[in-house]
């Protein structure tokens, strides 16, 4: 049972653009929501986390932004650019010892 | 900070022979570790959680002597698959939780089974 779903699937912007991604969750019990970026080859980077007391976290061009009534939260990357070209993986922590239970992945190609 | 590595990076081993990958927290102390497999475009899945001292608890469908897992330290903890087989070719990749319950994760071994 898929308890993070991730959408898109892949997704081609281009350069300078906002680059989406959402995802849904199940449990209520999730109180922390990272983002992972994953390079070919490479394990998973953390890129930004959020937790569910806040709607929206910024860091640099990136940008959380968390609606727990609708248990979604979503990423978006700003000014899109060629090196941001990789799979993003979203990822919820609550509770069952720490584990991260991930979403699919987007895999995000930025055309310069 | 917060750097894990895993040795080999890569790894191709004979069907029926075993092979061990380490994972190690560089510069901090990991009570826990994880162990997560990932086929090509697809996500990670979690095989076991390492704690260290104790026994590893593994995901339902994972064989556990089959993927033996130790954690013998506080910056240690490896896999060895045993009896490998083609099937078992993928990337591995650890995790190391540090206290405050953030996973670092290291960069993969890359294991080919012939």
């Known amino acids: 049972q898929q308890q993070v779903k991730q959408s898109p699937q892949s997704l081609i912007v281009q350069k300078g653009g906002i680059s989406i991604i959402n995802c849904a969750y199940e449990n209520t019990a999730f109180d922390y929501f990272p983002w992972y970026q994953q390079f070919p080859g490479k394990g998973p980077a953390l890129l930004i986390a959020?937790?569910?007391?806040?709607s929206e976290k910024k860091e640099g061009r990136f940008t959380i932004s968390f609606n727990k009534s609708a248990k979604q939260f979503s990423l978006h990357i700003m000014d899109s650019q060629p090196g941001d070209s990789a799979t993003y993986f979203c990822?919820?922590?609550?509770?069952?010892?720490?584990?991260?239970?991930f979403g699919a992945g987007t895999i995000l190609r930025v055309k310069s | 900070g917060a750097v894990v590595s895993q040795h080999p990076s890569w790894v191709i081993c004979k069907s029926g022979t075993s092979v061990k990958i380490e994972c190690r927290s560089l510069d901090f102390q990991a009570t826990t570790m994880f162990w997560y497999r990932q086929f090509p475009k697809q996500s990670l899945m979690l095989m076991a959680t390492?704690?260290?001292?104790?026994?590893?608890?593994?995901e339902q469908g994972v064989e556990k002597d089959k993927f033996l897992i130790n954690h013998a330290s506080l910056t240690l903890s490896t896999l060895t698959v045993t009896s490998a087989h083609p099937e078992d070719s993928s990337f591995y990749i650890c995790?190391?939780?540090?206290?405050?319950?953030?996973?670092?994760f290291g960069p993969g071994t890359r294991l080919t089974v012939t």
């Open positions: 959020i937790r569910p007391d806040v």
């Open positions: 995790s190391a939780q540090s206290i405050d319950y953030e996973q670092y």
């Open positions: 990822a919820a922590r609550g509770g069952d010892g720490n584990k991260l239970v």
């Open positions: 390492s704690n260290e001292g104790s026994k590893a608890t593994y």
